[in-house]
């Protein structure tokens, strides 16, 4: 288990809730009796309300958890707490129950960065912007459908995330020390107490699984990646045209007297910065969890589970630090962008539809008239809105040998950036309507897993409650008795 002092505190928790489901569980199949249990919860309550020793490893923490449990426990109960099961598959849960909170909380705070670009991409379905590809213009959108390229990514590290949850939230107890007791306990009853789908269904697999690590490892980083790229495209905008952007004062770095001028955006940075230790350390919680030799893994997944535990933990921030940005500190320059949109010739690909469609020219002659037209262009700087009717005349001339005479008016029907959006009426285009359509289904995926997440709580929640009530039943019909 990791080593913090807060870190401990979780894990100890974790292991007196495993602990109360499993005595729970061997009250109701008759292993021991009311009394025994008891004691074993009494005992049970007031370990778990102590501090935890510091530095233990898995196994190590529980075996010290059960030395207590004894040291409280009447003369009747010592051992009892451990009938039917060892250090090894209750260490095992706890870790599986720790790891499922910080996923769920990983869930909550993605629902909440896809949330920020939903209501950030709604305000600018009508913000037109050039797009580049590595250093070069590419074609025009609007804002909305560019943030759609991190909105998508998203969505799918969280449903990846909820089939990581899934499996993650099993019992592994009842494996015992790897075969399981001799004696008849009920592994369903126990995954039941905990809030769990189910039991991890081998025994085998139940001590020595590792891939639920590497899972959850790898959507953390994969939940961290679009918020990175799209920190470090606003970096480039800053660089390259400082009005792109404004930012509030509160991401700019302290003024400094000798620089007064010098305030980069460190919180942007910053952000970027986190996202990629992320990723980093993300890699490493995967080696380590896959030079886990094939065996029982209890004692040697520590390290692994560590690192992942903090992967996980470190995606949650940056989505939910994200977030914090999208909901006002950075504010984008609409202007600016419609000015950029229909620079660099990128609209010139649709005049070769123009002369294919109204012109009734083959593609290749229509496509190589395009092109002429686009270089010529480029060569006298002028923009798509400054070609006319001569400029496509005398490049058709040397391709098809005659003019073509397309009217001025129907030129910016094509070559106008908003035209080009608008047209673009595709399923996922860019046009308006395309761009709601997209952003409506994504708010439907966003209220769909924020219901699974709902529900895994309430399942815990309800779980938590029945242990409540049982262990009072018990202690009142011990009492009683």
């Given at each position: 288990?990791?080593?913090?002092?807060?870190?401990?505190?979780?894990?100890?928790?974790?292991?007196a809730?495993?602990?109360i489901?499993?005595?729970i569980?061997?009250?109701?199949?008759a292993i021991?009796?009311d009394?025994?249990?008891?004691?074993v919860?009494?005992?049970?309550?007031?370990v778990?309300?102590?501090?935890p020793?510091?530095?233990s490893?898995?196994a190590a923490?529980?075996?010290?958890?059960?030395e207590?449990i004894?040291?409280?426990a009447?003369?009747?109960?010592v051992s009892?707490?451990?009938i039917?099961?060892?250090?090894?598959?209750?260490?095992?849960?706890?870790?599986?129950?720790v790891l499922?909170?910080?996923?769920?909380?990983?869930a909550?705070?993605?629902?909440?960065?896809?949330s920020?670009?939903l209501?950030?991409?709604d305000?600018?379905?009508?913000?037109?912007?050039?797009?580049?590809?590595?250093s070069s213009p590419?074609?025009?959108t609007?804002?909305?459908?560019?943030?759609?390229?991190?909105?998508?990514p998203l969505?799918?590290?969280?449903r990846?995330?909820?089939?990581t949850?899934d499996?993650?939230?099993?019992?592994?107890?009842?494996?015992?020390?790897?075969?399981?007791p001799?004696l008849p306990?009920?592994?369903?009853?126990?995954a039941?107490?905990?809030?769990?789908?189910?039991?991890?269904?081998?025994?085998?697999?139940?001590?020595?699984a590792?891939?639920?690590?590497t899972?959850a490892?790898?959507?953390?980083?994969?939940?961290v990646?679009?918020?990175?790229q799209l920190m470090?495209?606003?970096?480039?905008?800053l660089?390259a045209?400082?009005?792109?952007l404004?930012?509030?004062?509160?991401l700019l770095?302290?003024?400094?007297g000798?620089?007064?001028?010098?305030r980069?955006p460190?919180?942007?940075?910053?952000?970027?910065?986190?996202?990629?230790?992320?990723?980093?350390?993300a890699?490493?919680?995967?080696?380590?969890?896959?030079a886990i030799?094939?065996?029982?893994?209890?004692?040697t997944i520590?390290?692994?589970f560590?690192?992942?535990?903090e992967?996980v933990?470190?995606a949650?921030?940056v989505?939910?630090?994200?977030a914090?940005?999208?909901?006002g500190p950075?504010?984008?320059?609409?202007?600016?962008?419609a000015?950029?949109?229909?620079?660099?010739?990128v609209?010139?690909?649709?005049?070769?539809?123009?002369?294919?469609l109204?012109?009734?020219?083959p593609?290749?002659?229509?496509?190589?008239i395009?092109?002429l037209?686009?270089?010529?262009?480029?060569?006298e700087?002028?923009?798509?809105?400054?070609?006319?009717?001569?400029?496509?005349?005398?490049?058709?001339?040397?391709?098809?040998g005659?003019?073509?005479?397309?009217?001025?008016e129907?030129?910016?029907?094509y070559?106008?950036?908003?035209?080009f959006?608008?047209?673009?009426?595709?399923l996922?285009g860019p046009?308006?309507?395309a761009?709601?359509e997209?952003?409506?289904?994504?708010?439907?995926?966003l209220?769909?897993d924020?219901?699974?997440?709902?529900?895994?709580?309430?399942r815990?929640?309800?779980a938590?409650?029945n242990?409540?009530?049982?262990?009072?039943e018990i202690?009142?019909?011990?009492?009683?008795g």
């Open positions: 288990m990791p080593q913090s002092a807060e870190a401990n505190r979780e894990a100890w928790q974790a292991i809730t495993g602990a489901a499993h005595v569980m061997l009250r109701d199949t021991v009796d009394a025994i249990a008891a004691a919860l009494t005992a049970i309550d007031g778990q309300r102590a501090e020793p510091s530095g490893g898995s923490l529980v075996a010290a958890f059960d207590r004894d040291s409280l009447a003369p009747g109960a009892a707490a451990s039917a099961r060892t250090r090894y598959d209750l260490a095992a849960a706890a870790q599986r129950l499922r909170d910080r996923l769920l909380r990983l909550l705070s993605l629902n909440t960065a896809r920020a670009l209501d950030l991409a305000d600018h379905v009508f913000t037109l912007m050039q797009v580049w590809s590595g590419l074609q025009p609007n804002f909305a459908h560019f943030l759609t390229g991190a909105i998508a969505a799918r590290a969280a990846r995330l909820h089939g949850v499996e993650v939230d099993r019992s592994p107890l009842g494996a015992a020390a790897l075969a399981g001799g306990i009920d592994r369903d009853e126990t039941d107490l905990l809030g769990m789908e189910g039991p991890v269904q081998s025994t085998f697999d139940a001590l020595t590792v891939d639920y690590l899972d490892a790898s959507v953390a980083a994969a939940s990646l679009p918020p990175r470090e495209e606003f970096l480039r905008w660089r045209e400082p009005q792109a404004r930012i509030a004062d509160e770095a302290p003024a400094n000798d620089l007064p001028v010098f980069p460190a919180a942007i940075q910053r952000l970027a910065v986190h996202a990629r230790v992320v990723e980093s350390s890699d490493g919680a995967m080696q380590l969890a896959r030799p094939y065996g029982p893994a209890v004692e520590d390290p692994a560590e690192m992942t535990l992967t933990a470190g949650a921030t989505n939910e630090t994200f914090t940005l999208l909901a950075i504010e984008f320059n609409r202007a600016w962008f000015r950029q949109a229909g620079r660099a010739l609209t010139m690909g649709d005049l070769a539809d123009l002369l294919v109204e012109e009734g020219l593609p290749a002659a229509a496509r190589d395009t092109a037209t686009a270089s010529r262009a480029a060569q700087g002028i923009e798509a809105s400054g070609i006319t009717p001569a400029t496509i005349d005398a490049a058709a001339l040397l391709v098809i005659r003019e073509i005479g397309v009217e001025i129907r030129l910016g029907a070559l106008a950036p908003r035209r959006v608008e047209k673009r009426t595709l996922g046009a308006p309507a761009v709601r997209t952003l409506e289904w994504e708010r439907a995926r209220e769909a924020r219901r699974w997440r709902d529900e895994k709580q309430r815990i929640a309800l938590a409650e242990r409540e009530i049982r262990t009072h202690l009142a019909t011990a009492s009683s």
